[in-house]
């Protein structure tokens, strides 16, 4: 795909994420580690949960975050359920995320469960902080979907996550962060 075309998907993407109450920026790989740290930073958050994903090890993101003074633990992690989501004491917790696929059509993010990338990742705290190559957003969520299965086995679960969690399920009144992260942020990685 030619890069205006690449980077037409990435400012429709960012447009939407934004238009969800969550929001996004373009990163080089050599940019990536410091803008999670500094995201990290902006939020307050004290704790990361990353996947066990080669990716952020090569872009430096788990030694960034522990240089600015975030604990970083890799998934899985040790700690209980109630440690994980701060209801202890703990520091606020941030889940980072490497989305299989994004959707600028809605400004969706795809993420695949796996050994090393957990179904819960996006929810565990206040804080969703997702790390996405550019080549990896797609116009509509077909084009996500459709080659992701095809010829192999699906993962356990698959999140389509647009945005922050919020419902009006009370009153009609729209509530952020009643089903997991208050605020969301996407790097989104030019590839070399």
Do not use: N, Y
């Amino acid at each position: 795909m030619p890069a205006t075309e690449t980077d037409a998907l990435v400012a429709r993407l960012i447009g939407q994420l934004e238009r969800r109450r969550a929001s996004g920026e373009g990163v080089t790989a050599a940019e990536a580690a410091a803008a999670a740290a500094d995201r990290m930073m902006a939020w307050g958050a004290g704790r990361a949960v990353v996947p066990d994903d080669p990716w952020l090890v090569e872009l430096g993101v788990p030694a960034a975050l522990a240089a600015s003074g975030v604990e970083v633990l890799t998934w899985p992690p040790t700690l209980s359920p109630r440690e994980l989501l701060g209801l202890d004491g703990a520091p606020a917790t941030c889940g980072v995320t490497v989305p299989a696929a994004a959707v600028a059509e809605r400004g969706t993010l795809v993420l695949e469960s796996g050994p090393g990338h957990g179904r819960a990742l996006d929810v565990l705290g206040p804080f969703h902080l997702a790390l996405l190559r550019a080549s990896r957003v797609v116009d509509t969520l077909a084009e996500a979907l459709a080659p992701r299965f095809r010829g192999r086995r699906p993962p356990s679960a698959v999140s389509l996550v647009s945005g922050p969690s919020r419902t009006s399920d009370i009153e009609k009144i729209s509530t952020l962060g009643a089903h997991g992260a208050l605020s969301e942020h996407v790097l989104i990685v030019v590839d070399a």
